[in-house]
């Protein structure tokens, strides 16, 4: 079965940065299009982030929340992907997930960032 673990959150202060790691296993990484997810309490789980696999040339995408402070990024090699965060706000604060986009594995834990002074 496919696992997701997901690092690197934390609290930080407003105007941190963050960068959040992904290991993926128990599938052929390279040919799946990922994304970064992220759910507040109360809130839907939104995609922030997302990268397309090889056969997509790794394009990437942002929601307008994030564009230009957000850079998802991933190494094939192993099996990793990247969230570096730049110039948080407290609207960030949530857990964040990795997963597959439009197929959806079994979610992981998360992490969870908090951004407060």
């Known amino acids: 079965q496919v696992q997701l673990v997901e690092s690197g959150g934390g609290l930080v202060q407003p105007g941190g940065s963050l960068r959040l790691s992904c290991v993926v296993s128990?599938?052929?990484?390279?040919?799946?299009?990922m994304g970064w997810y992220r759910q507040a309490p109360g809130k839907q789980r939104e995609l922030v982030a997302s990268?397309?696999?090889?056969?997509?040339?790794?394009?990437?995408n942002y929601a307008d929340s994030v564009k230009g402070r957000f850079t998802i990024s991933r190494d094939n090699a192993k099996k990793m992907v990247f969230l570096q965060m730049n110039s948080l706000e407290s609207g960030d604060t949530a857990v964040y997930y990795c997963?597959?986009?439009?197929?959806?594995?079994?979610w992981g834990q998360g992490t969870l960032v908090t951004v407060a002074s």
């Open positions: 128990g599938t052929i990484f390279s040919i799946v299009d």
């Open positions: 990268i397309g696999s090889i056969l997509n040339g790794g394009s990437t």
């Open positions: 997963n597959r986009v439009r197929e959806a594995w079994v």
